[in-house]
């Protein structure tokens, strides 16, 4: 069973910028599509951002050229960068594969203020 563990959130004002780390428990990490999700509260859990195997990105468009997925396959991680940070970008994100599996890791919270 693959375990996530999420880091790097914290309170930032709109405007500034976060990079979010999360690393994989399994070796197989690679091969997986990779992906960020972020549930705010009192809302559903979201798709962010995704990063296949070869490199290719997508992203939802509320994030769409301000977030930046990135892997390093040698240390099972995978990374957000966050630019221009909106007050509305405030949750708690987490990793998973895509589609995701049923264990989520205790996500990393991202509060921007106004």
């Known amino acids: 069973q693959v375990q996530f563990v999420e880091s790097g959130g914290d309170v930032v004002q709109a405007g500034g910028s976060l990079r979010l780390s999360c690393a994989a428990s399994?070796?197989?990490?690679?091969?997986?599509?990779m992906a960020w999700y972020r549930q705010a509260p009192g809302k559903q859990r979201d798709f962010v951002a995704r990063?296949?195997?070869?490199?290719?990105?997508y992203y939802a468009e509320s994030v769409n050229g301000r977030f930046t997925i990135s892997r390093d396959n040698a240390k099972s991680t995978v990374y957000l960068q966050m630019n221009t940070l909106k007050p509305e970008d405030t949750a708690v994100y987490y990793c998973?594969?895509?589609?995701?599996?049923?264990?989520w890791g205790q996500g990393t919270q991202v509060t921007v203020s106004s």
């Open positions: 998973n594969t895509m589609p995701p599996r049923n264990s």
């Open positions: 990063l296949s195997s070869g490199g290719t990105t």
């Open positions: 399994r070796s197989t990490f690679s091969s997986y599509i």
